[in-house]
């Protein structure tokens, strides 16, 4: 099996900092996109940024500019770097990897149990 676990949520004032890591685990011969995705109270799930395995970026508008994804395939880790926090950034944050696992000959999406993004004005 695979586990997704993310670190580094929690409750900064508006203006501030915060970054999240996100490790994956177990059975895994190759990861393909790496993104973060927030769903806020009430709202759908959305996306916020991916980075794939040829390290091109996308950024949903709303944070392009503030937020920087990253990665690191030897440790199978995606982080996402937030600055200039807004309260509209307030959501449990989700990271999402395309695996493919040792032996098995296609891709699987895997999630993060999410991490919560308090932004405080």
């Known amino acids: 099996q695979v586990q997704l676990v993310e670190s580094g949520g929690g409750l900064v004032q508006a203006g501030g900092s915060l970054r999240l890591s996100c490790a994956a685990s177990?059975?895994?011969?190759?990861?393909?996109?790496m993104g973060w995705y927030r769903q806020a109270p009430g709202k759908q799930r959305e996306l916020v940024a991916d980075?794939?395995?040829?390290?091109?970026?996308t950024y949903v508008d709303s944070v392009k500019g503030r937020f920087t994804i990253s990665r690191d395939n030897a440790r199978n880790m995606v982080y996402l770097q937030m600055d200039s926090l807004k309260p509209d950034d307030t959501a449990v944050y989700y990271c999402?990897?395309?695996?493919?696992?040792?032996?098995?000959?296609?891709?699987?999406?895997?999630w993060g149990q999410g991490t919560q993004v308090t932004v405080s004005s």
């Open positions: 177990g059975s895994i011969r190759s990861i393909n996109a």
């Open positions: 980075i794939t395995s040829a390290f091109i970026v």
């Open positions: 999402k990897m395309i695996v493919r696992r040792v032996g098995l000959g296609y891709w699987n999406d895997y």
